[in-house]
């Protein structure tokens, strides 16, 4: 219980403080509900004994204060206050419901930011070991489940635990008797919630991995469609994603059908002793007549206290289902933050700089990039993916990084973009470490990847990505585009710059996407470019092409290459070769590959 408390107030993100006002709420709704009921009782021994007017000292007081003469006004007026009561209390209940179902809500949109904002920002290392499918559906599904599967159960809970609190202390003033007797016969649902806790918690789990299983399904078949329908594999998909859903759909049952056990359960004990009570008095020969006030407000909180216990006994059921949730969005959260703590800690320059850590990186500002003996291993490796590199690369320069696959090349890049932060070395920016302001640094980068991403919009808006549309500067576009030799392309689409491009791109070819994430960087003003394998997946003409683009490029903008195509790099001032995370050799193009040719 206690973990279940510490789980949920640390992932909650909103105020404790409105919580307890929806329970100071709660308790207001179960005293009226209490009081209304417990009004039922005197009214109709009233109605039904007039007389009473005469025989009661209190009542006849009343009588008189309101100036009443007949025993009908007042019974008449008792009529229209208990009426305006209920009135009152519907109208309230509804207000706080539509507060409830409107607070539950926003809590759950509130935590979809709060989770894409900590994915976001969580170290590069966090996705390189999570499933993409399990992001998703903590994002998409398990946000839903906190707000609507644990947050607004447990506020149900809470106010149906006060109803069941003020219906027993209003039967309790009316029979304590009656109220052992109901004590005894719920104690074998209690008995029976107890004993299946366990199980509804793996069900619960088993409807989890089932759900996320088919997320990775669905993510995989169509993210791959087109090997999917060349390879013929749709069956094997279809195979996978039919086992999971009778998985799905074997704990989804177990787990549904239990819910409603508590229910029927309080459904049958309290017409068991509606009806019971009834006829023993009628077999012992009482008074029936006598026992009809008090009988009609059991009657009536019991007519109440039904759902309310029903409800208690479900949402407790749904609550120990769901701890999987509460068990994996802190998982989630405190690991991010763990690895927050990480990053910094691994900063091993930062304590040396940390008067500059204000320090802001301009375009034009700079005169060389230095790697100072950069280190760098991975987490759960034995060893280095990048030992002791030290270069430099002046302004306007361009160099490439050559090698074998897994000598390190995209490693040193990725820690060049800031994605991986060294554990030894630096990466300084003249003489000032990058880690001073990762930020700033990275707003001179324009990354260039192999596949790049492009979303399912215009291509405008996939060359200003991350723009709003009242903030493109469409004469930056327009030089973006020429320098990137898309403009002859735009020209010739119907629709110009406002071409959807389709899901990833599928509506241009190779070489139009590449050059499309050519002229995003230099939209974005970038005068770093890194291009990482830019070319290898493009046909000799087109790869021809958009080189012809980045060799245009050549002394304006520094730029950082990986490659595998030789013939890509004849431009660079200088490469460097790779090997088991090192720099073997270093020099021009003729130095490096016309010498080994030669030799």
């Not at 791959?224 to 060349?230: A, D, F, L, R, S």
């Not at 160099?399 to 074998?404: E, R, S, T, Y």
Request: charged share 20%; aromatic share 8%.
């Amino acid at each position: 219980m206690q973990n279940f408390i510490n789980r949920f107030f640390f992932i909650l993100p909103a105020s404790p403080k409105q919580l307890v006002i929806l329970v100071i709420l709660f308790v207001v709704m179960s005293v009226l509900e209490a009081f209304g009921i417990g009004m039922i009782g005197p009214f109709l021994n009233l109605a039904s004994h007039p007389n009473l007017v005469n025989e009661s000292e209190f009542v006849a007081s009343i009588y008189a204060g309101l100036n009443l003469t007949e025993a009908s006004h007042g019974i008449a007026l008792l009529g229209l206050f208990i009426i305006a009561l209920f009135a009152i209390k519907s109208f309230l209940n509804w207000q706080i419901k539509t507060y409830v179902f409107g607070f539950c809500l926003k809590v759950r949109g509130k935590l979809c930011e709060k989770l894409i904002q900590e994915y976001l920002s969580v170290p590069y290392t966090f996705h390189l070991s999570k499933d993409s499918a399990a992001v998703i559906q903590c994002i998409i599904i398990y946000t839903q489940a906190f707000a609507l599967d644990i947050l607004m159960p447990i506020l149900n809970s809470a106010a149906n635990l006060m109803i069941i609190i003020a219906l027993s202390g209003l039967l309790l003033m009316t029979s304590q008797l009656v109220v052992i007797v109901l004590i005894f016969l719920f104690l074998p649902l209690i008995l029976i919630l107890n004993a299946f806790k366990d199980k509804i918690k793996y069900w619960g789990k088993r409807v989890s991995y089932a759900d996320e299983s088919i997320i990775r399904i669905v993510n995989h078949s169509l993210g791959g469609i087109k090997e999917t329908k060349v390879i013929g594999c749709s069956g094997f998909f279809e195979e996978q994603l039919s086992e999971q859903s009778r998985e799905y759909i074997e704990a989804g049952t177990f787990l549904l059908s239990f819910q409603v056990v508590p229910r029927i359960l309080v459904e049958a004990i309290l017409i068991l002793f509606l009806v019971g009570i009834t006829s023993t008095m009628i077999l012992l020969g009482q008074d029936i007549d006598g026992f009809i006030p008090a009988l009609s407000i059991f009657a009536l909180s019991s007519i109440r206290l039904l759902p309310a216990i029903s409800n208690l006994s479900k949402d407790v059921s749904k609550l120990r289902s769901m701890t999987y949730v509460l068990e994996r969005l802190s998982h989630d959260l405190r690991e991010i933050e763990t690895l927050k703590n990480s990053e910094v800690s691994n900063r091993t320059v930062v304590t040396k700089i940390s008067q500059l850590a204000d320090h802001k990186f301009k375009n034009k500002d700079f005169g060389q990039i230095i790697f100072d003996g950069v280190t760098y291993q991975y987490p759960g490796s034995e060893s280095p993916a990048i030992s002791d590199v030290f270069l430099s690369i002046r302004k306007g320069e361009s160099i490439a990084f050559i090698g074998q696959s897994g000598a390190g090349k995209t490693t040193l890049v990725d820690i060049m973009l800031g994605l991986l932060i060294p554990q030894g070395g630096d990466i300084k920016i003249d003489d000032i470490s990058i880690y001073n302001n990762l930020r700033s640094w990275q707003n001179m980068i324009g990354y260039i990847p192999q596949s790049i991403f492009l979303m399912a919009d215009t291509i405008e808006r996939n060359i200003a990505f991350g723009v709003a549309d009242d903030l493109i500067d469409h004469k930056r576009l327009q030089q973006a585009l020429e320098m990137a030799q898309l403009m002859d392309l735009v020209k010739e689409l119907p629709d110009g710059i406002n071409t959807m491009v389709g899901e990833r791109g599928v509506r241009l070819s190779g070489g139009q996407r590449q050059r499309i994430g050519i002229a995003r960087a230099l939209y974005h003003e970038r005068d770093i470019l890194v291009l990482d394998e830019a070319t290898s997946a493009l046909d000799n003409e087109t790869e021809s092409l958009v080189t012809e683009s980045i060799k245009s490029l050549s002394g304006i903008k520094t730029m950082i290459m990986i490659a595998h195509r030789l013939t890509t790099i004849q431009h660079c001032d200088r490469l460097y070769v790779m090997e088991k995370g090192r720099i073997v050799r270093s020099g021009t193009y003729n130095e490096i590959v016309l010498g080994n040719i030669q030799s």
